[in-house]
């Protein structure tokens, strides 16, 4: 049996050690059909059943096109297929946690698929019972996640960091990564992290398990930016832009993701424990519509995707867009010839937001420059 262990260790991360307390409840042989696929988020926006209406859009309407740009990625689903079709991918998003994801699913550098397996393995053999408390479990145990499930959570992500130097910077984006859609799959929450569900007691049902990385053909370069920074430095024959045009901020809702990756242990505010704020988007603000101006205007493109949905007159003040489909019409107009295609979508919704006709809009735009 092995497991990583805190101690030190010189030539591999992994030490023999014999378990003497029975395996987690949760725990079960892994297998291929058992890895997380990159679909496989609770995620605001996510584009996963809207992917085949956007792509046949997009290869009808933007021919000829060998660069794609995918610059507010998200969970980076659009690249997903993109780098089926293209033969350079921009994938860019400013958080943290989706960008160590990204590393993870479509860096092509090496890593060793038995030893992450054997890794794995050992981490589904922690018995809580031998492990101290942790950052993770002092802060989040009985809230986000049991007290037990936390201070396994909180052993591996230490763990990993511990013997970062003995892992490639892939396996290194794989274990995180692996961990990060672990715990999101078992969180006590409706599918984000600005609240958690109030309840005498949490399953202890954590088990983790590897994320599947996709086969990339394509020359892909990843970014974590300010998409309006990022776009005055890049060349692309399409630019897909899904900005978050609301007022909530996804480095708040994924906050712990945020803090789980970053690892710097900040000092939690609040009845859902925040850190401090940090990448706040502009696209969340009143001045939505200036800085998607300014973007399609920076931006080296010959196309432009933009993906928008109707939550503007959402009962919800958090679902409220801050910019409305007449003025993205406006904006795209500005840069070029726009046709706009609608579509009926059930969009993701947090438990607030009445979704009754709901529909999910499509610009495509050529630029005239």
Known sequence: MYIITMAKIKNTPLVEKPRKKPLLKSAEPLSKT??????????????QKLLDWIFTIVQKECPNSKTFTDIFAGTAIVSSVAIKHYKNVIINDFLHSNNIIYSAFFDNKEYDADRLDNIINGYNNLNPDDLEDNYFSDNFGGKYFSHNSSKI????????????KNLTPKE?????????YSLDRIANTV????????????????????????????????????????????????????????????????HVLETLTKWDKPKLHGVALKPEPENMSEYCKVQAKQKLYELVSDIDAKYFVVSYNNTYTSKSNSSKNKI??????EVLNSIGET????KEHQQFNTGKTDFSNHREFLFVTKAKR
């Open 339 to 342: 046709k706009v295609f609608e």
């Open 153 to 164: 959570i909180g052993f591996i992500r230490a763990d990993i960091q511990k013997n970062k």
């Open 172 to 180: 290194y984006a794989i274990l995180l990564a692996s961990l990060i």
């Open 34 to 47: 058992t890895h997380h696929q990159i679909q496989n988020r609770r995620y605001i926006g996510n584009k």
């Open 191 to 254: 599918g984000h992290y600005d609240a958690y569900f109030k309840k005498s007691s949490i399953e202890d049902k954590f088990l983790i398990k590897l994320i599947e990385p996709l086969d990339v053909k394509a020359e892909v370069q990843i970014f974590k930016e300010d998409a309006n920074k990022l776009a005055k430095r890049i060349t692309t024959d399409i630019v897909y832009i899904d900005p978050p045009y609301n007022s909530r901020q996804y480095s708040r809702f994924y």
């Open 324 to 329: 409305t489909l007449e003025e993205i019409q």
